[in-house]
């Protein structure tokens, strides 16, 4: 079996990673670790939740230690581009992490708080400087950073930059890096426009392509219930407040109003719950991540831009309240669950005109999503739900293909164990095996595959 050691890592850090209880490698780390330890630039096609982060931290750490040269004054030595905070908080706690062990000093320079603080730390150099596109070019505009010394430039969550209109600070920035740098950029969807910007950025990249489908879609309990508009408050309502065992949900809205109606709803049913998106200050939303990951608060209501960033274990449900109509958007929605091989759940209330969405999520993930209700009682709808074949708790139920063949096992509802559900591998005609896509797992690619772009209101981080 693949371990940490056997990819090349230095033993301080496979000793954090055994600190962190890290056994085994995430595909997309096994596949991308070694080349990126030889130097190769790499395109890593992988959302969050697949352990991207630890894939480009822990080989630059290893650089990193192998050469302990002080940063010099005003520049940094590795450039880790993200599209949001709340990700740029989450890479520099992943180097923290992760290089307990080597003498790295690490910085976050983000939007949305003053930059003075930044300015002056700056002036000593730091190794990994973690930005927003945004705030960087305004720490370069004002003299307090160079890029002349960049060995390595990250850009994470490119897909979502370019939609956060990050384009041209980050062509801008590129431009006034070194050209012999190594270069690792990641993306959770390859639209053309990314695909041109890879190609303009990297030399003879690897690349490597690790599926949402695989990790995700398999790992979630889904489920679609049909309601009109009107009676989406009163059933979310319902669901929250014991219609489902919610250990903590995360509710997805279109909009950052809909975030607000949503949750004024629900606190007015007696129901606790907090808002998540870009209209929030940085101090509002570092105290709501802060509450949500310690459990204050069980339901966060949020836009797709802000809970991007979102990286908190142990969410139970994942609440569809307006469908994405980018299928690959509830991919990458219901992976906010089933994190780190937990089981979740799954619902999302479909008034008709989203019906178009479903059909075209179904048809991405090649899995017909469960579909009850017309009805707004919850209770209704449950048991509307698990009368078809109604099976003891512990059991399995079948999901269908959306061509109708036999598809894939989930764990019911109420198999209180929810232990994690060990997909079979290479089923013939299930999702997880579709060679096209490399579903299932980690694939070697000459070209990225897969098209189709991620939309979403632009809320951008200075
Ligand atoms: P990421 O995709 O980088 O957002 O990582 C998702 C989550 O998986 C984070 O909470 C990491 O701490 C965790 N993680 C990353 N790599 C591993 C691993 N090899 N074993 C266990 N957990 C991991």
Redesign the pocket.
């Known amino acids: 079996m693949t371990s940490f050691h056997t990819l090349g890592l230095a033993e301080p850090i496979t000793r954090a990673l055994a600190e962190e209880r ?5 595909p997309i ?1 096994s596949a991308a670790i070694p080349p990126v330890l030889a130097g190769r630039d790499l395109v890593g096609i992988a959302q ?7 894939a480009f931290a822990l080989p630059i750490l290893n650089r990193l230690a192998a050469d302990p040269s002080r940063p010099e004054p005003k520049t940094c030595r590795v450039l880790v581009l993200c599209p949001t905070r709340e990700l740029g908080g989450q890479i520099v706690d ?1 180097f923290h992490t992760y290089g307990r062990h080597v003498r790295v000093s690490t910085m976050l320079a983000i939007g949305g708080v003053p930059i003075g603080k930044q300015v002056r730390a700056l002036a000593r150099g730091v190794d990994v400087l973690v930005a927003t596109p945004g705030r960087l070019i305004d720490l370069h505009n004002n003299r307090a950073i160079r890029f002349d010394r960049v060995g390595v430039l990250v850009l994470d969550e490119a897909d979502r930059m370019l939609d956060m209109g990050f384009i041209h600070d980050i062509r801008r920035i590129v431009a006034l890096l070194p050209a012999n740098r190594q270069t690792l950029f990641f993306s959770a969807t390859m639209p053309p426009e990314i695909t041109r910007l890879a190609s303009q950025m990297l030399t003879d990249p690897v690349t490597v392509a690790v599926t949402p489908s695989a990790t995700t879609v398999a790992m979630v309990d889904q489920r679609a219930i049909r309601i009109d508009r009107e009676g989406k408050p009163a059933l979310l309502a319902a669901i929250l407040a014991g219609g489902e065992p919610v250990d903590r949900a995360l509710v997805f809205t279109r909009t950052k109003h809909g975030a607000d109606r949503v949750v004024r709803s629900l606190v007015q049913s007696g129901i606790p719950a907090e808002a998540m998106h870009g209209n929030k200050t940085q101090g509002n939303r570092e105290r709501t991540m802060a509450a949500f990951r310690s459990g204050r608060i069980r339901i966060l209501v949020a836009t797709d831009i802000a809970a991007r960033g979102i ?1 908190v ?1 142990g969410i139970s449900h994942v609440i569809n309240y307006d469908l994405p109509n980018i299928p690959e958007t509830y991919v990458h929605r219901i992976g906010r669950t089933a ?2 091989g937990a089981t979740g759940f799954a619902i999302s209330l479909i008034s008709s005109d989203e019906m178009p969405f479903l059909r075209a999520i179904e048809r991405l993930i090649r899995l017909q999503v469960p579909l009850t209700g017309g009805d707004r009682n919850w209770d209704a709808v449950s048991e509307t739900r698990e009368r078809p074949g109604r099976q003891r708790s512990g059991q399995h139920r079948q999901a269908r293909s959306a061509d109708g063949a036999a598809q894939k096992r989930v764990p019911r509802r109420g198999d209180k164990r929810r232990q994690k559900y060990e997909q079979p591998r290479g089923e013939a005609g299930s999702a997880r095996s579709r060679p096209d896509q490399g579903i299932g797992g980690i694939g070697f690619m000459n070209k990225p595959r897969r098209p189709g772009m991620q939309q979403g209101s632009a809320s951008r981080p200075r």
């Open positions: 890290y056994s085994t490698p995430t780390q969050t939740g697949t352990g991207k982060t630890a992943s990286d274990d994190r780190a």
